[in-house]
């Protein structure tokens, strides 16, 4: 395996000793990566807890819950746009790609290429993509499953935020546009989890509701391989869940089962219980709860609604200190409130999509904060997902474990150099980030 690995991680070792003798002979200082451990580092096999790989099925059903494909054009921070030079990079490690940049002509070439190994590589694919990024496991998001993704290197995360509105969400739908076509989508996976259990439209009474939808949903997602559901509801509506008393919820849910449109105050009553009860079913079971708390993407997303303080009522909720929350994407700006939540004995997080948009020096900097507090409460994470056409999710799942890697290098490196740690416990850190804390938390059982 470490035959393997080596080349694969060249780049990143290569940037590593590079950054190490400029340092040195620029300026006479000792260098910023400890060469040893970015050695060890490279060799490391991933757990990744967040990624959005794609079937080898060109149609690839089931592949998201809420696609921005309706929303427009959408920014994207430099780092992932096609002109960045990640993605060259990111064709030298993935296809043996010798040139320096990608122009109209180059990408026409480089499709053939990737057609070519596609189609070599048949159902083993999404595997193959997993060696060349050093990546043992990797958390599939998706609506379902498909060929080419193999429970043994692909676990399933399944969507759950349909489960929160059994009523209409005309009035929810109003907010933002975005919201507009949010919503209908969450519609038709609803109808789709009645139909599982054989019903053709809502129950009655919510006590119904919970013992033939919410639960057998939950339960049935378990027995089919789910290591953990999946909450993207900042794109819906606010994180601010408050505990509500089953009777009020009940009334509104009664209200308006046969037809009724809620009123948004009324709806948040329903919504808020529906979570904690389905955070407390997830505890029972055995799943995990992973819940988008990054300023998403989108020209309407409500950043302020995915502020993970206002989680905190859920984290401190004794009837839910059972259930394992993973608050992904490191907060992104929210990184000091993600501080915070990682007193919570229940809470984890993950650094995916900031191994995508931001660069190893920014992400270093945030790790170390979290390293020196909470190490065994850290998850590698890629948010690996395609970009379009030619910039596809085999090349995001690159270009994220190259940076974290590098991030984790540099911050632990720091941690050595300022006699916080030493190289032996740096090395057991990192270990621990990138496969060992999510090894436990959701007992994979890998050696």
Not at 127 to 137: H, R
Not at 234 to 255: G, P
Not at 330 to 355: H, Q
Not at 391 to 412: D, V
Request: proline share 6%; aromatic share 10%.
């Amino acid at each position: 395996m470490k035959k393997l690995l080596r080349p694969i991680f060249f780049l990143c070792t290569a940037v590593f000793n590079f950054s190490c003798n400029h340092s040195r002979y620029s300026n006479g200082q000792a260098p910023p990566i400890d060469a040893e451990l970015a050695d060890s580092i490279s060799e490391i096999r991933i757990v990744d807890n967040h990624a959005h790989p794609n079937t080898i099925d060109t149609a690839d059903a089931g592949a998201d819950a809420l696609p921005m494909d309706g929303l427009g054009v959408i920014a994207l921070p430099a780092r992932v746009r096609p002109e960045s030079a990640t993605w060259v990079s990111a064709y030298q490690a993935m296809y043996g790609f010798t040139g320096a940049e990608l122009d109209e002509q180059t990408m026409k070439e480089l499709s053939v290429t990737v057609a070519r190994v596609k189609k070599e590589k048949g159902e083993n694919f999404p595997a193959w993509v997993l060696d060349q990024c050093g990546i043992e496991v990797m958390f599939a998001n998706r609506m379902a499953m498909g060929p080419g993704l193999s429970p043994a290197r692909f676990r399933w995360v399944m969507f759950d935020d349909a489960l929160l509105f059994p009523l209409s969400t005309a009035q929810e739908a109003t907010v933002t546009p975005d919201r507009q076509i949010f919503y209908p989508m969450e519609t038709q996976h609803l109808k789709d989890y009645l139909s599982a259990q054989k019903l053709s439209k809502v129950p009655a009474t919510l006590d119904a509701y919970l013992k033939q939808v919410v639960s057998p949903t939950l339960e049935a997602q378990k027995k089919a391989g789910c290591v953990a559901i999946k909450f993207e509801v900042a794109y819906l509506r606010s994180l601010d869940f408050e505990k509500t008393a089953y009777a009020a919820a009940a009334t509104v849910y009664a209200r308006n089962a046969n037809g009724g449109t809620p009123s948004r105050q009324d709806y948040k009553l329903l919504q808020d219980y529906l979570f904690y009860y389905i955070a407390r079913e997830a505890g029972r079971l055995g799943l995990a709860v992973h819940i988008h708390d990054f300023p998403g993407a989108g020209n309407y997303f409500v950043a302020a609604g995915s502020n993970p303080l206002l989680l905190e009522p859920v984290f401190n909720d004794p009837d839910l200190r059972n259930t394992k929350f993973v608050l992904l994407h490191g907060g992104g700006p929210f990184s000091e409130e993600i501080n915070a939540m990682l007193w919570k004995p229940n809470v984890y997080i993950d650094i995916s999509l900031l191994t995508q948009f931001w660069t190893p020096d920014q992400l270093a900097a945030v790790l170390r904060q979290y390293l020196s507090q909470f190490p065994e409460k850290v998850l590698f994470g890629t948010d690996a997902d395609s970009f379009g056409p030619g910039y596809g999710w085999e090349l995001s799942a690159w270009i994220a474990t190259s940076t974290g890697r590098k991030a984790i290098c540099i911050a632990l490196s720091q941690m050595i150099r300022s006699n916080e740690l030493s190289r032996k416990r740096a090395l057991e850190i990192a270990r621990m980030v990138m496969r060992g804390n999510a090894n436990n938390l959701y007992h994979l059982g890998l050696k």
